[in-house]
């Protein structure tokens, strides 16, 4: 079992920075591919951004250029930086995990139930840009 707990979330104005980061209480072959999702109030969990174990990304077309990910294996923490922040990026973040490197190969997700894809899902932290 792997526990995320994710933090760096909080109300920002249009432009500005936020770092998300997501700490797993392991670091080993369960957190082979991890992401970040964002579900907006009334909308589907949709994935921001995934990287696998050998350092692979994607990135959702929205946010190319604006946001990178990131982890720091020593730390057994992801990071999710999220420059020039717009309005339509308020949603709640989520950090997941799974063993399967695989499923980067899946990005975005959008014919799947990603709570069903992913193994491992932390609280969520919120993001509010205004």
């Known amino acids: 079992q792997v526990q995320l707990v994710e933090s760096g979330g909080g109300s920002v104005q249009a432009g500005g920075s936020l770092r998300l980061s997501c700490t797993a209480s392991?670091?080993?072959?369960?957190?082979?591919?991890m992401a970040w999702f964002r579900q907006a109030p009334g909308k589907e969990r949709e994935g921001v951004a995934s990287?696998?174990?050998?350092?692979?990304?994607n990135y959702l077309d929205s946010v190319k250029g604006r946001f990178t990910i990131s982890k720091d294996s020593a730390k057994n923490t992801l990071y999710l930086q999220m420059n020039s922040l717009k309005p339509e990026d308020t949603a709640m973040y989520y950090c997941?995990?799974?063993?399967?490197?695989?499923?980067?190969?899946?990005?975005?997700?959008?014919?799947?139930?990603?709570?069903?894809?992913?193994?491992?899902w932390g609280q969520g932290t919120q993001v509010t840009v205004s």
């Open positions: 392991e670091s080993n072959y369960l957190t082979n591919c």
């Open positions: 997941a995990a799974d063993p399967m490197s695989s499923l980067l190969n899946l990005f975005p997700y959008r014919d799947y139930r990603v709570e069903l894809l992913f193994g491992y």
């Open positions: 990287i696998d174990s050998g350092g692979k990304t």
